[in-house]
């Protein structure tokens, strides 16, 4: 989280500064009156960008980024619910996510640099709704030209919303630009888009989400010369190959020629792939049970008291590699003991089996604890948040194409897990239990409590 010198906007009060661009800052704020966030895009232009253009020219394209999306109404397009001009600034709110799909996938600010692996079933799911939200924008006749990971938000039930339209176009529009401004991001632009961008249409954002497709299944960007996906990723089949080439071909005539039909070959693919697969879940050859080496007389004694772990020390104290997963997994000797609780003979700990039915922030998660403590759930009363590291202990390895997240005596609701540690006073860290990584969010957004207790 970035902290601001700058207190407030209009009447909205900004907690953390999201993003900066040549155009704009993005923060995250406090509506008035209610304890909740909004993402507000004001427009502060960087001086290149005003010595290149002028702020008239920076103006208008500010206004018409946001009246491109002020009347679309779609669950995979960002909402926006107003534009204002106040006190020298103008600004417009949005919906905020505390999650985007860019962090899923653990692409750092170098894009180049390797990234998770997706299982097959979750890729598929964020370019379904991600084509689908473009389906809408294209019959609208909208080209959004900055399709990528990180302008993908996710909302609190895991969906994909399309957001930043600010290259975006309508259909026929010729838009001014600099001569040396890049449309589009690179590694994820189409060709044509920097080759003849006023001939761009709607397949440059097709050729986008063939570009993130690709990323996902392999962990890479495509090169030149373009691997295989699946003489990276094994689970990946030739019909993988077909379809994700395709999507990425460099002659726009190549590509598929709109959202639908790209949906539909996918679709088609995938429940082919799945009827050739066997779904129950499997360790792999190289899974590490420390329970094995030590004894099973000699359980594994895991960091249980919380902490605060800046986020230069969190890959040491919580035992993570570059891209937040564990170095390495327990294999966990679990039973169910009661109906809501199950015990882990590897660790001597006890968890709850499911958790908080609704999201908490982090707060509210520690007075759920002290709630079940109070009722002695499942007959113990030392129930606390747990530490990353014990948090950790109950993941599978990622092997590519499966499932990994909890066990499956666990219940799969709670995906996005609070620890008891904290990243500063306004941060705390969690666990995305479903793609396996830690990350650290902001105190006052909401995840998910599950409890535990030593034993």
Not at 3 to 15: A, L
Not at 381 to 386: A, F, H, I, K, S
Request: hydrophobic share 35%; aromatic share 10%; net charge neutral.
């Amino acid at each position: 989280m970035t902290n601001t010198s700058v207190k407030s906007i209009g009447n909205y009060q900004i907690r953390s500064r999201l993003g900066q661009g040549s155009m704009g800052q993005v923060y995250k704020v406090l509506i008035p009156g209610e304890n909740r966030f909004a993402a507000l895009k004001v427009l502060k232009p960087n001086s290149d960008l005003i010595k290149k253009m002028g702020m008239k020219w920076i103006y208008d394209q500010f206004i018409h980024e946001a009246s491109v999306i002020e009347n679309l109404q779609h669950p995979n397009v960002v909402d926006v619910w107003n534009l204002e001009e106040k006190d020298g600034h103008v600004y417009y709110l949005m919906e905020y996510f505390s999650r985007n799909l860019g962090t899923i996938m653990g692409e750092a600010y170098w894009a180049d640099k390797s990234s998770r692996i997706l299982r097959i079933g979750k890729a598929v799911d964020y370019i379904s709704e991600t084509l689908e939200g473009l389906s809408l924008l294209h019959q609208e006749g909208i080209v959004h030209q900055d399709i990528k990971p990180f302008n993908l938000m996710l909302s609190d039930k895991g969906f994909i919303k399309i957001t930043d339209f600010g290259l975006s176009k309508r259909r026929g529009e010729r838009l001014t630009t600099p001569s040396k401004m890049m449309i589009g991001t690179p590694y994820y632009a189409a060709p044509e888009q920097s080759q003849s961008p006023e001939n761009a249409d709607c397949r440059v954002d097709l050729y986008s989400v063939g570009v993130m497709f690709y990323r996902m299944l392999t962990g890479i960007l495509p090169q030149k010369p373009c691997k295989l996906p699946s003489t990276v990723n094994p689970e990946i089949d030739k019909g993988w190959d077909e379809l994700i080439l395709k999507s990425i071909h460099p002659d726009p005539n190549r590509r598929f020629q709109d959202a639908e039909s790209m949906i539909h070959a996918i679709q088609t693919h995938y429940q082919d792939f799945k009827n050739q697969k066997q779904m129950a879940c499997k360790a792999p050859d190289d899974f590490l049970s420390l329970r094995e080496k030590k004894g099973r007389s000699d359980p594994v004694i895991l960091r249980s008291k919380t902490q605060r772990v800046l986020a230069k020390h969190a890959k040491s104290v919580f035992q993570i590699d570059d891209i937040y997963q564990p170095r390495q997994y327990l294999g966990n000797s679990l039973s169910v003991v009661k109906d809501c609780v199950i015990a882990d003979e590897t660790t001597n700990l006890v968890w709850q089996q499911s958790g908080s039915e609704s999201y908490l922030q982090w707060e509210q998660a520690e007075d759920y604890i002290k709630n079940l403590n109070q009722q002695r759930y499942g007959g113990y009363e030392n129930w606390r948040l747990p530490t990353i590291n014990e948090l950790l202990s109950l993941l599978n390895p990622p092997p590519p194409g499966e499932d990994f997240c909890f066990q499956s005596q666990f219940s799969l609701v709670q995906k996005w897990i609070w620890s008891g540690d904290t990243r500063s006073k306004r941060a705390a860290w969690f666990v995305d239990v479903e793609m396996g990584f830690v990350a650290s969010s902001d105190i006052l957004d909401a995840y998910y409590a599950k409890a535990v207790c030593s034993i």
